[in-house]
């Protein structure tokens, strides 16, 4: 990787930052925030529920022996696939009950639903062109 590359890359990323501080900024001075407490806070803290099946799936894996039939390691295989395809579910659905709550929480009126769907096509388009790019950058011209 040239180093011009990388200085376009970290220019662009502090740009980001740099603009979401701003807005992150705005908001804390522009809305109040004195209406939140714990009690509604609590859908926010769901990431525990996450995290205890991802270390029961680590425990698992630690303590299984070494699989030695084809049917053992497909099975494994599957299994771990379905816990990994829950975990991934449960992560999605979480999101978006936390975005939801985040917005109903705040006081930003008609917008708020425009906001949310703006972050998430956003979220998608960086990740589609990603995808995109890095198959391109991988492509013998």
Not at 31 to 53: C, G, P, R, T
Not at 79 to 92: A, L
Not at 115 to 127: C, D, E, H, R
Request: charged share 20%; glycine share 4%.
């Amino acid at each position: 990787m040239r180093m011009s590359n990388l200085l376009i890359g970290i220019i662009f990323v502090s740009a980001i930052v740099t603009y979401l501080g701003f807005f992150m900024s705005s908001l804390n001075t522009e809305y109040d925030i004195a209406s939140y407490s714990n009690e509604s806070m609590s859908m926010f803290n769901k990431l525990d529920e996450i995290q205890v099946n991802v270390n029961s799936m680590d425990e698992t894996q630690d303590t299984t022996q070494e699989k030695t039939g084809a049917l053992d390691i497909l099975g494994d295989y599957f299994s771990q696939g379905y816990k990994t395809f829950k975990i991934s579910k449960d992560s999605v659905t979480l999101l978006k009950d936390m975005s939801s709550e985040s917005v109903d929480e705040s006081n930003l009126g008609e917008s708020a639903n425009t906001l949310k769907t703006t972050f998430a096509s956003i979220i998608m388009t960086v990740i589609i062109l990603g995808i995109i790019i890095s198959a391109l950058l991988k492509w013998k011209v």
